[in-house]
């Protein structure tokens, strides 16, 4: 099936640095990527969609600004954390689908972010 | 926007025992994915089922799309099958999945 692979699997940092994630898709193009944060015990939440060559769109209440979303390629969106807080630590996961294969979306191995 | 429910929320069983998890869903999708997810994080999709029955293994999942729900059966479980279990369903008028809440389950042996 396809493989989406996203780097790095867990990351510290300190307070008000920056920390950028990897999504990317392996062995087929995805015009369009999946941004989810999931806190401890809880589901997923759609932070954004991330859109080649265009910018992304992000959910109510998701600030862009703190979220930064590139999608330059077809196959890798990354995601920056700007200037990032305690209350920022969370697991972030992308997701993409393959148009062709028709067998529905695949996640990354996500990201443990916790910031100190 | 679609409500996604997932029940029940959480779930003990002893190793052999089967069990059946349930998703409801508020509006018509194009696309149900059931998740494991694992101590680590990481989501292993088990089924790709927007409509239909499918078995793989001792997982079996039947989704009834015109009364929006679907059905995970795990049958003769075992405790590597502990963890989180999400139903996530795409609307016809989205582009992206929504998830439920999850079950929690723990196998016991």
């Known amino acids: 099936g396809a493989v989406v692979s996203q780097h790095p699997s867990w990351v510290i940092c300190k307070s008000g640095t920056s920390v950028k994630i990897e999504c990317r898709s392996l062995?087929?193009?995805?015009?369009?990527m999946f941004w989810y944060r999931q806190f401890p015990k809880q589901s997923l939440m759609l932070m954004a969609t991330?859109?080649?060559?265009?910018?992304?769109?992000?959910e109510q209440g998701v600030e862009k600004d703190k979220f930064l979303i590139n999608h330059a390629s077809l196959t890798l969106s990354t995601l920056t954390v700007t200037s990032a807080h305690p209350e920022d630590s969370s697991f972030y996961i992308c997701s993409a689908r393959d148009g062709v294969r028709h067998d529905g979306y695949t996640f990354g191995s996500g990201t443990r972010l916790t910031v100190v | 926007g679609i409500q996604v429910e997932q029940s029940p929320p959480d779930l003990i069983l002893q190793e052999g025992a089967n069990s059946t998890l349930r998703c409801n869903f508020s509006d018509s999708v194009n696309n149900l994915q059931w998740f494991h997810q694992n101590p680590w994080g990481q989501l292993i999709n088990l089924f790709y089922i927007p409509s239909g029955t499918k078995q793989n293994g001792r997982l079996s999942a039947t989704t009834v799309a015109t009364e929006r729900y679907s059905l995970l059966y795990i049958s003769s479980s075992q405790t590597t099958d502990s963890g989180v279990y999400f139903c996530a369903v795409k609307p016809n008028s989205g582009y992206a999945l929504n998830f439920g809440k999850g079950t929690s389950l723990l196998v016991t042996p």
């Open positions: 991330s859109n080649e060559g265009s910018k992304a769109t992000y």
């Open positions: 062995d087929f193009q995805a015009t369009t």
